[in-house]
């Protein structure tokens, strides 16, 4: 009896514990990020613009630079509970950053500066 | 593990092989290192335009087993490709501009079942470079092989066509992050993530 009642304890740390990891795992997907950045009042997009994503635990992903049409596109960006925080340059100048959720394939609004 | 990687470490292994095991014939006496006379001298030729000859035959043991270990080492040696310089002049542009430079793309076709099975030869034939500032349109240029002389990639006089004006940078688009977040700079080659 006493042993059975040693191992329950131990059978309900096991199953959190794979049942943190299982989360874990689904939440480790990975997902593209994009969008378009466009200049008021013409909606002019523009181009070579450099793109960031930063997080609270990952850091700063790999710059995206906007294409002649403004777009900027980002893979493998691993869907997060937390927000990311979207930051966009002018060369080595800050002009935009905003939050954003990846849950999925994220496609960012139009971005109007 | 490719059979000429074997053949490498096999080749490795036999020259070891030949130098420890003629240490141990040394030490147990079984060769010297004592001289020979001329006619039992130990000799290699090759075809009549090289020839080595050596009155202490103990030393041919080493001197192949050396050239085992010595010709696996320099096969092995990963060939790493010589760098490439990219010289130009950006004619209306003075900051905040960038390149990014390509090697060709290559297409690879699934099979009917859905699995990925190809090979491809990664070359350097064709260079794509991408000239990118803030507000210009991209220039794109192609560098072949041959046009790169001495290490360096001329990209010539770049005049990049204008499309928007600098954006200021406003306050109300900038959202103040949490306190203690700590952000990497933006030089940071980045830790997650891809991009084309």
């Given at each position: 009896?006493?042993?059975?009642?040693?191992?329950?304890?131990?059978?309900?740390?096991?199953?959190?514990?794979?049942?943190?990891?299982?989360?874990?795992?689904?939440?480790?997907?990975?997902?593209?990020?994009?969008?378009?950045?466009?200049?008021?009042?013409?909606?002019?997009?523009?181009?070579?613009?450099?793109?960031?994503?930063?997080?609270?635990?990952?850091?700063?992903?790999?710059?995206?630079?906007?294409?002649?049409?403004?777009?900027?596109?980002?893979?493998?960006?691993?869907?997060?509970?937390?927000?990311?925080?979207?930051?966009?340059?002018?060369?080595?100048?800050?002009?935009?950053?905003?939050?954003?959720?990846?849950?999925?394939?994220?496609?960012?609004?139009?971005?109007?500066? | 593990?490719?059979?000429?990687?074997?053949?490498?470490?096999?080749?490795?292994?036999?020259?070891?092989?030949?130098?420890?095991?003629?240490?141990?014939?040394?030490?147990?006496?079984?060769?010297?290192?004592?001289?020979?006379?001329?006619?039992?001298?130990?000799?290699?030729?090759?075809?009549?335009?090289?020839?080595?000859?050596?009155?202490?035959?103990?030393?041919?043991?080493?001197?192949?087993?050396?050239?085992?270990?010595?010709?696996?080492?320099?096969?092995?040696?990963?060939?790493?490709?010589?760098?490439?310089?990219?010289?130009?002049?950006?004619?209306?542009?003075?900051?905040?501009?960038?390149?990014?430079?390509?090697a060709s793309h290559w297409n690879l076709?699934?099979?009917?079942?859905?699995?990925?099975?190809g090979k491809i030869t990664p070359c350097l034939d064709?260079?794509?470079?991408?000239?990118?500032?803030?507000?210009?349109?991209?220039?794109?240029?192609?560098?072949?092989?041959?046009?790169?002389?001495?290490?360096?990639?001329?990209?010539?006089?770049?005049?990049?066509?204008?499309?928007?004006?600098?954006?200021?940078?406003?306050?109300?688009?900038?959202?103040?992050?949490?306190?203690?977040?700590?952000?990497?700079?933006?030089?940071?080659?980045?830790?997650?993530?891809?991009?084309?």
């Open positions: 009896m006493k042993t059975i009642r040693l191992k329950i304890p131990l059978i309900i740390a096991v199953l959190l514990f794979s049942l943190t990891l299982f989360s874990n795992l689904v939440l480790a997907e990975n997902y593209t990020v994009q969008g378009l950045i466009v200049k008021a009042p013409n909606n002019t997009p523009i181009p070579g613009l450099t793109v960031s994503l930063i997080h609270s635990a990952l850091g700063r992903s790999v710059p995206a630079t906007t294409d002649q049409f403004g777009r900027y596109v980002f893979y493998n960006i691993p869907a997060r509970q937390e927000p990311y925080y979207m930051e966009i340059y002018w060369g080595k100048q800050l002009v935009y950053r905003d939050e954003i959720i990846v849950n999925g394939p994220t496609s960012i609004p139009t971005i109007i500066l | 593990m490719s059979t000429f990687d074997i053949i490498v470490i096999l080749s490795a292994f036999c020259g070891v092989l030949m130098v420890v095991g003629g240490i141990i014939l040394l030490y147990k006496g079984i060769i010297k290192l004592s001289g020979t006379s001329q006619n039992e001298a130990l000799s290699l030729e090759f075809k009549k335009e090289f020839r080595v000859s050596t009155q202490y035959p103990a030393l041919g043991i080493f001197l192949i087993g050396l050239i085992f270990v010595v010709v696996a080492m320099i096969i092995s040696k990963p060939q790493i490709p010589s760098p490439i310089e990219f010289r130009g002049t950006l004619e209306n542009i003075k900051r905040d501009a960038s390149l990014s430079v390509e076709r699934a099979a009917s079942d859905g699995k990925i099975n064709i260079l794509w470079v991408e000239v990118t500032a803030p507000g210009y349109e991209p220039a794109i240029k192609s560098i072949r092989k041959d046009e790169i002389q001495n290490g360096i990639a001329n990209l010539g006089n770049l005049n990049l066509k204008q499309i928007v004006s600098k954006v200021e940078s406003l306050e109300k688009n900038i959202k103040k992050l949490p306190t203690g977040y700590n952000v990497p700079p933006l030089t940071d080659s980045g830790s997650f993530g891809g991009v084309k």
